[in-house]
């Protein structure tokens, strides 16, 4: 194919009958099917690739794997535009669109490298020195802008991702030869396997070298294992729970899947990443890894260069020197940092290749791309020597990965021959194997070398050999401050390449041993993740499912206005047509007030209590009396936690002798259950009791009012409903059309109120039929918000909005009922506390002809606030605006007038009593 | 494609009081209650283990000695997840290891699809969810969303 210059005439594992058409900074170009963008762009001749995040230096493809810090680009255009990728792992695919993320206009040709913008601006430390409150802003946006991070789309991602969980006997990380071979020996005797690669291809470091599909055709033939391929282990967990990210872009379906795999024992095959060497210019399109130079060459038919310098400091290159030669790439020379030459000198020297033992590197030169190295003897008895190349292949030893090791709690020890960490002792089941378990190179010579310009550590941030010597000197010589002093090992390679390099360079400066530098403790995730992967399927209607009402469709077709109450999806009143918040709860209270409302109360939590200690439990449960509650009544209670505070209000009814139904607070029987099995599981295993939550076996309706009794006996209902049988909090069991309902007269509004429950399949006829039985006296249906108007009116507590988690009962007026209770129960204590030098703030009634806002400040004579409004609103049965607020000493301040502190604006407002609207109670015989 | 139904039915919960559940419940309901995380099918009726000293039992139970029998008939909201398909359906969304060797005939757990609890229970060709009836809606949905159906 015309253009590929860099490829080469034969080898690779790409179709070279199905060549792809693909962008790169707007210029067309042509690669193969099985090319990555990387190997694409190298097949093309294109050097620059990026540009380096401080400095904009011209950067060129380092590496052949997700470890690459310099070809980071943006794929794809629109909603489904991904920035930061690495080039090395974009498959190419017909009609991709790349552009380097951290150029402008592009890598090729850059403004901010052009003008020097940013040097002078960002010298190590540049987070702490330079960009300093109040304008962080500023700088961010700035960095953002011209040091590119990457785009995010602006449109909604239409992709799907999907999520996956699964379990396994044994999880292979790794698909190269080691990891191939435990994964076939694993899943031998049937047991269920998983193997996980980043590559589409199997085979690791030996692809394009050992062929791996016999070994996949037996894999892939067991039932019991299933082979990931493009997936990226992210993070090691506790109890060996792993997550994996699979990318199946290109393919029909999802996106990417998000996997989270229990694993019986886990088998590390990760490999081992190439260290660069640290030398003046070493950051010049057209310096690669030496293994990525070999992986060019044998995995995708791609000559890197054509004349190659080798730098190294071990023997492995010699060996890929060689390999380069065969698959047809020039290799001119090859310097050893060691001061003896390796055992294949010889075979490189009788290929033409210049071997120079003892010899570093001092400097690089070239534009766009490298068109010479000096070599010069490192005990400086010599001359430098100038060579001529367009490709300089380093390497510095390999750093097994041990990432996932470390996240799992391994810990890791130095090996000094081949300068790297390598795994220790475990935590969790798991093993290493393969390049992963040990560092097998051995390597020599020094850690960074001097010469003419800047030698780079880690190549995306920019950090060099000189800024680490600059942080010594200013005292950070720890591993970790040194980190994050000069952002080393933060971009996003999180220091692949660059972590034992920095603790190679600062053990040279310091004079230190590198196992007494230390490394820093990896964490996940192990390589960047897309939010769509983590997100899944929970999003739009999926995002949070709210608990629906059995009659919801007999409020809809009543005009109502659906809300999130505590969860629950319910009618936040019935507007008519046109009508305004306000005019509609006004409405709607004055019609419960003078004739009768429905309103839907199944939210309200239910729990059965029962046992031959159920009236023993619940004693000590709640604050106040219960043993004395008779069978057929109710009583309001109030729930303290540990420290007296007070946790959880409502009714309680005695079902039978040992069986009670208790009340909580609507969506506050899921944590209120949990609440009574702690104390029955974990305190009082003793007391014989059982608690069942119905909460959503019933439904439940309010008929509320002075006409509410004439609705009730106009449902039919067979049950008991006098006011003798059913006077106020007392209840009853019927039947209503042959099923079982509930009747108990209880009231939150202050008015004659009946609440009626159903089985929740009957809850939507339950609704209608109140309805049909109220059309004649004009019944209005009601929603939460004039409920809670209407028991503001009244005073009545709402726990969550007039408590806090330090409200004692005695602040809301309760303390004589707890200190009057001679048996103990939960927060018993710290009610018989002397509170009364506290200056506590307690809740008091408020009214005011003014509007009261909500988190309106009482302010006392000094100006200071004394306590806040907790809730408020017109009353339009009194014609004023009242409020529950919790004041300094407010029980005792009734009748004081006070200053309202609301946003800037003060207003006047009297303390009173809290109970605003009928404080005998006769209303609840009207 | 996986096939997902709505299990219509009665549902009982069946609570022992302390130490004496298992006795109260062979004793009332005529055989013994099913072993923890376990079900099973006597005479037509099917039993699930719920936790300790508690059961959920398909159809009417009388009020007996030493039990607290609740009427869930209402309260829940049970669907039918089978096909070839249906553990990887779950996969999605539910943590427990479905697989047959963990999760056998007679296997039954409490777990979570997403973030509904779900009471699961193997079948024969596929599973049993149980949730709460207010959260239906949310299972169904997300059930379909998996199997591709809606």
Redesign the interface.
Known sequence: MSGQSHRLPSGGRIDRGRPLRFTFDGRAYTGFDGDTLASALLANGVRVVGRSFRLHRARGVMSAGLEEPNAIVQVGRGALTEPNLKATEVLLYDGLEARAVNAWPNAAFDLAAVTGLFAPLLSPGFYYKTFLWPRWGFYSGLIRRMGGLGLAPREPDPSRY??????CDVLVIGGGAAGLAAAVEAGADGA?VILVDDKPELGGAAIGETDFAEVEQVLGARPETRVLKRAVALGWYDHNLITVVEDLTGNPGPRQRFW?I?AGRVVLATGAYERPLVFPGNDRPGVMLAGAARAYALRFGVAAGRRAVVVTNNDQSYQTALDLLDAGVGVVALADLRPEAGPLAEALRARGVQVLAGHGAVATHGGRGVKAIDLAPLDGAGQRVRIACDLVCMSGGWNPVVHLFSQSGGSVTWDPASRAFVPLTWRQAGEATGDAAAAKVPVGGPWSMAGDGPAFVDFQNDVTAGDIRSAAQEHYVSVEHLKRYTTLGMALDQGKTSNVNAIGVLSQILQKPEPRIGTTRFRPPFSPVTVGALAG??LG??F??L????AEAEHRTGGARLEDYGG?LRPAGYPLAGEAEETMIRREVSAVRKGVGLYDASPLGKL?V???DAAEFLQRIYANNLKTLAVGRCRYGLMLDEHGAVLDDGVVMRLAAN?FLVGTTSGGAGRIGLWLEEWLQCEWPDL???V?N??????TVNLAGPQAGTILRALGLDAVINDQALSHMAFSDGLIDGAPCHIARVSFTGERSYEISV????GAALWRACLEAGAASGIVPFGVEALMRLRLEKGFLHVGVDTDPTTYPEDIGYGRVGRAKVEDFIGRRSTLRENAADRRRRLVGVQSDRAIGVGAHVLGADGMSQGWITSAGFSPTLGRYVALALVEEGASRHGETVTLFDRGARSEARLGPLCAYDPEGARLNA | MPDLAVIDGRWTSVRGFRGRGRDAFAAHLGFAPPQAGTWHEVEGRVARWIEPDAWLVDGAVAEGPGLLVTDLSAGLFAVRVSGAEARSVLATGCPLDLHPRAFGADACAASVFNEVQIRVRRLNGGFELVCDRALSHVLWNDLREAAGLS
């Open positions: 999907e999520k996956a969980f699964e379990t269920r989270k229990r399927r929970r209607d999926l949070h499912g608990r629906r009402l059995p629950w059965v029962a046992g031959p069986r014989d009791v059982v069942e119905v909460t959503s076996q019933w439904a089985p929740a399949d009957r």
